[in-house]
């Protein structure tokens, strides 16, 4: 079997294990892979739905979709897909459109959704779509690396890697931005998640050993270069916790960053300033004055840190993802003990330049930037501070690209 020659190790052998394991299920070899990855947020938290600026990095972390048509003979008309992280399968009727079929909030709804999502994208000019895209059964085996549900888009991994794979599967030949759009579209339509733009576009778009600065308002992306493997790693740790509470919670900031919004009459929070905030402070709740001063600062954040990486200035990057981290904490409250022990941890450690919940927060992930000979003593403090409790231990994170198809 031929992999591309640009494939990492890494990649290469997660794609191959799960080529076997679909020869394994199917008894025919697949005939076609796609690989998504995760992704970690830099900074910018809780800015995308106020208009304003993320800055995401793809991790070599992936989502691995492989399959095939299935044969047409009506003993084989129906699609499947199997999950081999929650070792499950569905199958469902290929020309039907039952979301109902599915648990609300199930898995199936997201990758079923994928599938069916790529049917209703417009494909690209030029391409012959397969004769009968919707009729056509598919075989899919997916395994992914991403932990699921730690802030670090399993979703969106497993929803791009998915319709890339259906993509080139029916012959519809999706460019990146339309795979985004159509995974998008599963999480919100079909799985029912209000989720924003970020994570579908940095899975399907990044740019290998670049971060990715997304405008929430227009949603257009600039690449921002990372400073070199030599300079500085990128360390990722769980905190073991899971954000149970985080459903109600969001959607309550949301409100708090409307009404702030409506007080001082602007379009989103991406419009404001503190000074707008201070002559609106007597009519907001001092709750909802917090969350807009977080807002309004993390926007201006996610700017001077890159500026502070432009100039190499990694204290100063630094500095600024403590700062987010703090005015999550404080402002924001959506942090836990955990996160703030695993923080206070990393600040403490020499070598490291800042660190941050990354994420929803009220659980999941902490980011850190720090210098490669630093790494060792800071994974060791990251492990001693969550006592064990994550899932599993913290890792360094290399800047990948985006979403990749191969036919076998
Ligand atoms: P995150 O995207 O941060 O990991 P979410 O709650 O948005 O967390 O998404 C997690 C959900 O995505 C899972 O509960 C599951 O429904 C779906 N999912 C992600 N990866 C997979 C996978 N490999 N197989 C099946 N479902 C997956
Ligand atoms: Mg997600």
């Not at 497993?158 to 599967?169: D, E, G, H, K, M």
């Not at 190499?312 to 003990?337: E, F, I, K, Q, T």
Request: one cysteine or more; charged letters at 15%.
């Amino acid at each position: 079997m031929l992999l591309p020659g640009d494939i990492s190790p890494q990649l290469g052998g997660q794609v191959r294990a799960a080529l076997e394991r679909y020869l394994a299920r199917a008894g025919v070899p697949a005939s076609a892979v796609a690989a998504a990855p995760g992704r970690v947020n830099l900074i910018g938290e809780h800015t995308d739905y106020n208009d304003g600026f993320v800055l995401p990095v793809a991790i070599n972390r992936w989502c691995v979709a492989v399959g095939r048509v299935r044969l047409h003979d009506p003993a084989h008309a129906r699609s499947r897909i199997y999950t081999e992280n929650l070792d499950q399968a569905v199958e469902f009727d290929p020309s039907q459109r039952d979301v109902s079929a599915f648990e609300a909030g199930a898995w199936p709804r997201y990758l079923v959704g994928a599938v069916w999502s790529v049917l209703d994208a417009v494909p690209a000019g030029g391409a012959a779509p397969h004769s009968a895209p919707s009729i056509t059964p598919l075989d899919i085996v997916v395994a992914s690396t991403v932990p699921l549900g730690s802030g670090l888009a399993s979703s969106a991994a497993s929803t791009v890697a998915t319709a890339a794979l259906a993509s080139r599967l029916l012959g519809r030949n999706l460019p990146p931005a339309a795979l985004a759009a159509a995974a998008r579209h599963a999480e919100r339509t079909f799985a029912g998640v209000p989720c924003g733009i970020m994570d579908q576009d940095i899975a399907a778009c990044a740019q290998p050993g670049q971060a990715m600065l997304i405008d929430c308002r227009d949603a257009s992306q600039r690449p921002v270069a990372l400073p070199s493997a030599e300079q500085v790693v990128i360390v990722i740790a769980h905190s073991g916790v899971r954000h149970a509470l985080a459903g109600g919670q969001y959607a309550a900031r949301r409100e708090s960053c409307r009404r702030a919004a409506a007080a001082m009459g602007v379009p989103a929070l991406r419009d404001a300033t503190l000074a707008d905030l201070a002559s609106a402070a007597a009519k907001l709740s001092e709750h909802d004055t917090a969350c807009a001063r977080h807002v309004i600062t993390e926007n201006a954040r996610v700017l001077e840190f890159i500026q502070a990486l432009a100039a190499s200035d990694l204290h100063s990057a630094g500095r600024l993802m403590l700062a987010s981290h703090a005015s999550l904490r404080d402002l924001y409250r959506v942090s836990c003990p955990e996160l703030d022990t695993m923080v206070a941890a990393a600040a403490g450690t020499p070598g490291v330049f800042g660190s941050r919940l990354t994420g929803g927060g009220f659980g999941g992930c902490t980011v850190t930037l720090c210098r490669p000979n630093a790494a060792a003593e800071l994974t060791a403090r990251l492990r001693a501070a969550v006592g064990g409790s994550a899932a599993e231990p913290p890792f360094i994170a290399q800047a990948v690209g985006g979403v990749q198809s191969w036919a076998i």
